[in-house]
């Protein structure tokens, strides 16, 4: 067996039913939860459903302005643009306020016999022809609200510059340029400013298991090399003073993040979290790097359920559930944690409006990593195939993971 061969085979038997950026503590933990549920038949509908839609405008990059031009596709209000019979998709997939903006397929590249790279190549969505293409040029790809501009990181993180990409041209209108390397991105809700996650050494660079004879394996930890973080406003380009925060996370904070863990904003903007694997499940922070409480609403929320809040702030997307359907999520009180109500979903991705969200369900054949991705409504057995079923083979066309962004 040659060393591609083996990295294949050793990381594989990491990944989990719905890869991230790279596979991590949260894909085993989802796993685990999936297998220990008591399951039932979860019953699907081919409807099309209408949803409410709050358009986002994002600032243009060389004078600040909001004039869209972006395609009624994109736009318009109350819109589902299904393709449940493409996967990977090639033309929009669209639910009320939210879009599937770009998707990738992760996978390993061995830099030695011990370490290997989960490398990423990206579909992004031109806003203009509602096709997704493809790119090998960035390791990581943030997709602003209004789906015209992208921050880039190229390959081989971390790296001192950040790239403001136009969706429809495919170029690059300008470069940051940081004194710290950067490994991660995310937009605010309004699209004005990125939190860029700091790190000293590639944050997707991964131990390959050593197998043993008779079965089993040893895998070496892989310490987080994270440093800080940066505001930056989008606009200007103009960049905070840098924070320092290290995987410790500050005072008092346990000594444990997984290898990427970036940073994000929260729902105001005001604080910048990330989310840890040991309790409370997260950590919040001012600009300044300084610990901090986190909001009133953000108590429950788990930085693996990536749909989080819900567009009015009333509700919280919640853990696997499996109780009273086959698959499907808990919605949360954001604000006591308890459980409002139970949807179809086995993971909640984003919201459509308040009442509806994206989420990945599983098929008939209940292989929980044969899945697609659904549009559930909220007390409904309504739910929407958005795409055809992903392929259970680990490699770049088979397991691809979807990025949202608000439209």
């Not at 921050?151 to 969706?167: T, W, Y």
């Amino acid at each position: 067996m040659n060393v591609d061969e083996l990295v294949r085979d050793s990381l594989r038997d990491q990944a989990e039913g719905q890869p991230p950026a790279a596979p991590g503590l949260a894909d085993r933990v989802l796993g685990l939860r999936r297998r220990r549920r008591t399951r039932r038949l979860v019953s699907t509908a081919a409807a099309v459903a209408a949803v409410v839609v709050v358009s986002v405008a994002v600032p243009m990059l060389d004078s600040g302005g909001t004039r869209d031009v972006r395609p009624a596709d994109v736009t318009e209000p109350n819109r589902t643009v299904a393709h449940p019979d493409q996967s990977p998709p090639s033309d929009l997939i669209a639910a009320g306020r939210t879009a599937l903006a770009a998707y990738y397929g992760t996978v390993p590249v061995a830099q030695s016999a011990q370490t290997a790279v989960a490398t990423r190549t990206y579909w992004l969505l031109n806003p203009v022809t509602k096709k997704y293409v493809k790119t090998t040029k960035w390791s990581w790809v943030a997709v602003a609200p209004g789906l015209r501009t992208a921050a880039v990181l190229e390959q081989h993180l971390p790296v001192r510059r950040i790239g403001l990409l136009d969706l429809a041209s495919g170029e690059v209108e300008r470069w940051i340029q940081v004194d710290h390397a950067v490994g991660g991105l995310a937009f605010s809700r309004d699209g004005r400013e990125l939190v860029a996650t700091t790190y000293s050494e590639n944050p997707d660079l991964r131990p390959i298991p050593k197998k043993l004879k008779g079965g089993g394996e040893v895998t070496v930890e892989t310490p987080s090399h994270r440093t800080g973080f940066y505001v930056i406003e989008v606009a200007s380009g103009k960049a905070s003073r840098w924070s320092q925060v290290g995987a410790g996370g500050g005072p008092g904070a346990p000594d444990m993040i997984n290898t990427r863990q970036d940073f994000a904003f929260s729902r105001d903007g005001g604080l910048v979290w990330s989310g840890m694997p040991m309790d409370p499940g997260y950590q919040y922070y001012d600009r300044d790097g300084t610990p901090v409480k986190p909001p009133a609403d953000a108590k429950y929320r788990r930085w693996y359920v990536e749909a989080g809040l819900s567009p009015d702030g009333r509700l919280l997307a919640g853990d696997f559930a499996g109780s009273k359907y086959k698959t499907s999520s808990w919605i949360l009180d954001p604000r006591t944690g308890g459980r409002i109500t139970e949807t179809h979903g086995q993971q909640l991705l984003a919201w459509a409006s308040d009442d509806s969200l994206v989420a990945w369900d599983i098929g008939k054949d209940g292989n929980e990593y044969h899945q697609r991705l659904v549009l559930v409504t909220l007390d409904s057995d309504k739910v929407v195939p958005l795409s055809d079923f992903r392929s259970t083979k680990d490699d770049t066309l088979g397991r691809w993971d979807p990025v949202f962004a608000d439209r």
